[in-house]
Structures are given as C-alpha cells and as structure tokens.
C-alpha cells in the first residue's frame, strides 16, 4: 500500500497530461519512479509516514479542472494543507504550488479566503495532535522537541557541503548526478526563462530557497545512508519535483 502511495503523485500528474493531451509530458512523469535507485524503492515501501503528504498531492491536478472557483481553491487548499500535515517533507512542492496559484490568481478574493481556509486547517490539525498526544503519550513513538527544529545558518552550509548524503537515494542515477543536481536546475530554469515561463521559474525557485532553508533546520540533519533511517527521507518530494520539470 505504501508503495502505491508513493507512485500515485507520479501516475496522477502523468495521467492528468494524457488527458490533456501532453503525451511526451506524461511518459516523463510515469517514467521518473522507474529511473529511481533501488533504494527509493525501499524507503517507500515502509510505513513509517514518509510518503502520505506526498500521495496527497496528487490530486492537485484534478482539483484545478474544477470550473466554479470557490469549490477549486478550498479543495487546492484543503489538500495542500493536509500533505504537510501528514509529512513537512512535502513543503517544498506546497510553497511551489502556492507560488505558482497565486502568480494566476493573485486577485481572486476566493484564493485568498480559502488559502487562509487551508492555513486555518493546518493549524487546527496540529493544535488537534499536539492535545491528543498530550492526553496519550504512550501512543507517541517519535517525539517532536523544539531542539529538533532549531535552525542554523551554519547547518546550512555543512548540508550544502554533503548535500548528496541527503539526495542520495531520491534521484536519477544517483552516483552520478548528486553533483550535477544544481547544474541541472539552472538549466531548467534558464530554460524556463527563455520560454517566458516567468511563473513556473519563480515556482522553482521558491522550492529551492525551501529545501536550502530546510538544511539549517537540526532534524533534517538527522540519519544516514541506510535505507532504514535515510537522511533522504526529507527529500522525498525531489523526484517528483524532477519529473514535472522534465515534462
């Protein structure tokens, strides 16, 4: 089941291009998970809560095909509020996403009332938890301290210097490509910029300020190698990233 989980984004957005008749698009985004390491394999195959957040957004695609506006953007909101409940390692792909909407309906008043709709949901949902595992603390297998999020700038410079520990297992061949990763976007974004896509590089640039920022955060720092306890896991949402740029 997790494994699904973790195909569905990929098989959701690929679909969602078939039907509107970006074939090419389609056979990229289906094909990514399949130019994976194996090791991607077997850290979604574990039901630890990796990849929920990340099977929610795709639905994302198909909300958009909703014609009244109001219906289209608390739904969009809703779910993007529930991925990063679920799991924050979709927060990248969400500040994406936002970036992107907002550039398209920035003067809209119902993408504002319902963005601060999904704002308000997330919030509830994490006052919910936190009361519910206060009441039940013997259901709380992995603690979440304030320590565990502190930031450093520091730690940001020590993530950028082994970044390819924390991708490791996310990306194409990944002997290989770890270091040219960032090649790889400025590419993608010089190309966007040549096609007058001004919204999409803005999208890409907000998930890259997103996922340098993270490296500062203390818990993002926390793992290994190991598939068991990847340093990867907070990265996750990468592949996908990738196979809507290749689209």
């Given amino acids: 089941v997790t494994s699904l989980l973790a195909l569905w984004p990929f098989w959701s957005c690929a679909l969602w291009c078939q039907r509107k008749g970006f074939s090419t698009a389609a056979l990229l985004i289906a094909a990514t998970p399949l130019l994976l390491p194996l090791e991607w394999d077997l850290i979604t195959t574990q039901s630890r809560g990796f990849v929920h957040g990340l099977a ?32 924050p390692n979709t927060a990248p792909v969400v500040a994406g996403i936002v970036v992107w909407l907002s550039g398209h309906h920035f003067r809209s008043k119902e993408f504002w009332i319902t963005g601060i709709a999904g704002l308000g949901l997330l919030f509830i949902l994490h006052q919910w938890s936190q009361t519910y595992y206060a009441d039940h603390p ?4 992995h603690p979440l301290t304030t320590s565990d999020l502190a930031f450093s700038a520091d730690r940001i410079l020590n993530g950028l210097r082994h970044f390819d520990q924390h991708i490791l297992h996310v990306i194409p061949f990944a002997s290989i490509a770890a270091g040219t990763l960032p090649v790889l976007l400025v590419l993608g974004l010089a190309f966007l910029i040549r096609r007058g896509r001004t919204l999409e590089v803005f999208s890409l640039f907000t998930i890259a300020i997103c996922m340098i920022l993270a490296l500062g955060i203390l818990k993002v720092h926390e793992g290994c ?17 990738l196979g809507v740029l290749a689209a």
């Fill in 56 to 87: 929610l957004l795709g639905f994302v695609p198909w909300t958009q095909g909703i014609r009244r506006l109001f219906p289209r953007f608390l739904l969009t909101s809703l779910v993007l509020a529930l991925s990063i409940w679920c799991n």
């Fill in 138 to 141: 013997e259901r709380l297998i």
């Fill in 225 to 241: 190698t190991s598939v068991f306890f990847p340093k990867s896991r907070m990265f996750l949402a990468l592949p996908l990233i």
